[in-house]
């Protein structure tokens, strides 16, 4: 009887060794890295990774064939994102800008080679726009998703482009790589994001980037709604009110250039 007990366990252990292996300093492995640092063989170690791929608890980078904390994780820790620090500064913030403007406020942040929602506050008006806690986003369209882009490195850029691709939603979604490009500098030139029917027709948005002590760009907000109100005559308010916002958060998280 113990026998059989002691397998399950011990498999539980050595799965959970692997997944403790992912911190700052380590955010991608690849499977030889992982197998020698639990000290299990590579075909035992595969087997695993196969198994949180599938369930989503890692992610695979195609470029360089590394193994990355993945939605499942995530999403687990938008649930208990009181606990994060961008979380808990940056929400008393959404909350003021969500009643300074009465639109949708979403908090963005880069997940492999897309946007996640980390945080969102509905509008309290009926037509108003509406995104869920954990859902991701291409890159390449809607303000809250190319102000993460805007600030990455340009290689990362390309192999958004080269892997992601870039879809077309309708109409107004940039398919240009070069285009996205110029745009991508136009965003930082200006310190903000403005999109209108990207991805879903009718609806806009501003957003600008959230910078953390070091002056990386962790996170975007965004306020969110139907294009005549976003894009309206109160637009040029709504651009500085975002921009405000988001320079309070980067100040809270020890961002110097604010």
Do not use: W
Request: net charge positive; glycine share 6%.
């Amino acid at each position: 009887m113990r026998k059989t007990l002691k397998t399950p366990f011990a498999s539980l252990e050595k799965a959970i060794g692997i997944l403790s292996l992912f911190d700052f300093e380590s955010q991608a492995l690849s499977a030889h890295e992982i197998s020698q640092k639990v000290n299990i063989p590579l075909s035992t170690t595969y087997k695993y990774l196969d198994i949180f791929l599938k369930k989503g608890f890692l992610s695979k980078d195609v470029t360089n064939k590394k193994f990355y904390m993945g939605l499942t994780i995530f999403k687990m820790g938008v649930l208990a994102a009181e606990k994060i620090s961008l979380y808990n500064v940056a929400f008393p913030f959404m909350d003021s800008l969500n009643k300074q403007s009465g639109e949708t406020v979403v908090l963005t942040v880069i997940h492999g080679m897309e946007a996640l929602c980390v945080n969102v506050i509905e509008s309290p008006r009926m037509v108003r726009l509406t995104i869920k806690k954990g859902t991701t986003l291409p890159l390449h369209a809607g303000a809250s998703e190319k102000i993460l882009l805007a600030y990455q490195d340009e290689s990362f850029i390309d192999a958004v482009i080269e892997n992601k691709g870039l879809v077309k939603f309708n109409k107004n979604t940039t398919t240009d790589p070069e285009q996205l490009k110029r745009e991508m500098k136009l965003i930082q030139s200006r310190g903000f994001a403005q999109s209108d029917s990207e991805i879903d027709l009718g609806a806009a948005a501003i957003a600008s980037p959230i910078f953390d002590q070091k002056g990386k760009a962790v996170a975007g907000l965004t306020a969110a709604g139907p294009r005549d109100r976003i894009l309206g005559k109160k637009r040029h308010n709504l651009v500085n009110m975002v921009v405000e916002t988001a320079r309070k958060i980067s100040h809270e998280l020890g961002y110097a250039k604010v």
